[in-house]
């Protein structure tokens, strides 16, 4: 995730009534490996992979140019991750 993507998270999230801590992280690495603590969460939102990989092809171009196929393709069915 880019860091100008982080930084407008954390502005849209700046409101006083809330108390929210926006970490980046990888699907592929630990939470130990990122940060070298071991971290309790309330919540956790993502975005995994999750497109079926027969509809790989028929994605537009603007969404390959800006996306890796790790971040777009859920496996045969779309759910390897989310399973």
């Known amino acids: 995730q880019s860091s100008s993507s ?3 998270q954390a502005l849209l999230c ?3 009534e809330f108390n929210v801590s926006l970490v980046p992280s990888s699907l592929f690495v630990s939470g130990d490996d990122d940060h070298g603590d ?3 969460f309330d919540m956790v939102v993502s975005n ?3 497109i079926p990989r027969p ?4 994605l ?3 969404v390959v140019q ?3 196929d790790a971040a777009l393709c859920g496996g045969d069915d779309g759910m ?3 399973r």
């Open 55 to 58: 509809d790989m092809a028929t």
């Open 14 to 16: 700046s409101a006083d």
């Open 6 to 8: 982080l930084r407008y």
């Open 80 to 82: 390897d991750v989310i």
């Open 60 to 62: 537009t171009t603007d």
């Open 48 to 50: 995994p992979p999750y």
């Open 66 to 68: 800006y996306e890796s």
């Open 38 to 40: 071991d971290r309790l």
